[in-house]
């Protein structure tokens, strides 16, 4: 199947890092991706990783990639209360390259 | 830096009626994308635009939806007759490669009454 899968929900304190989890189905995805959605809004593009890479980092962004269990992870360090959204990681699939979105983890970020 | 715009931003229509969805994608970019998402739910491909044709479209995209190209710069999605169920969140997306990032546009909220 195409099911992209996430936990639900993540809640954290202020300050801490998040881990959100991603187990995605296509071997062949070249790239990785992760969206942040603020309540209401549209997509945006956080960071994205090659097929090729295990790990990427931007500022407080970390993704690890592990192909062998096809398992993808952002990490947040210092969340903060901006941080509290849905993150979707998504795959693209081969063919026509459209992306496959997981179900999406609402992160809650406590004061 | 260039963007995919979207309009309207918010639609609302009575059941039956045929609604336009229109979408301006970044202007040098050849594969287009309509996905949707239903309110609380993920996002979910709908279809994909290529040379003036569609190249892949999902299950959703059944015979009440159609895509085009009517110039250079606009990329609709119509819907003929909506349902309740059509009520969602509607995203474009642009990319000019295939292995390129794909843009998304901001959306429009589709509500059927």
């Known amino acids: 199947g195409e099911d992209v899968e996430q936990s639900l929900f993540l809640s954290v304190r202020e300050g801490d890092s998040s881990v959100i989890n991603c187990t995605y189905t296509?071997?062949?995805?070249?790239?990785l991706y992760w969206y942040k959605q603020e309540p209401g809004a549209g997509l945006q593009l956080l960071t994205y990783i090659f097929s090729n890479m295990d790990m990427k980092q931007d500022q407080r962004l970390t993704v690890l990639l592990n192909k062998k269990d096809k398992h993808l992870s952002l990490r947040i360090a210092d969340t903060q209360t901006g941080d509290s959204a849905i993150y979707f990681c998504?795959?693209?699939?081969?063919?026509?390259?459209?992306?496959?979105f997981g179900t999406g983890t609402r992160l809650k970020v406590l004061a | 830096e260039p963007e995919v715009t979207q309009t309207p931003s918010h639609q609302v229509t009575q059941m039956g009626q045929e609604v336009i969805l229109r979408c301006v994608p970044i202007?040098?970019?050849?594969?287009f994308y309509w996905y949707r998402q239903i309110l609380g739910q993920k996002v979910e491909f709908l279809v994909s635009f290529y040379n003036n044709e569609i190249s892949e479209k999902s299950e959703i995209f059944d015979d009440q939806f159609s895509v085009e190209r009517p110039d250079g710069s606009n990329f609709t999605l119509k819907i003929r007759s909506t349902k309740l169920e059509d009520s969602a969140m509607y995203f474009c997306a642009s990319r000019w490669d295939l292995q390129e990032t794909q843009y998304f546009g901001p959306g429009t909220r589709l509500l059927v009454l």
């Open positions: 296509d071997s062949s995805s070249t790239y």
């Open positions: 998504a795959e693209i699939t081969s063919g026509t390259y459209k992306y496959i």
């Open positions: 202007s040098n970019h050849l594969y």
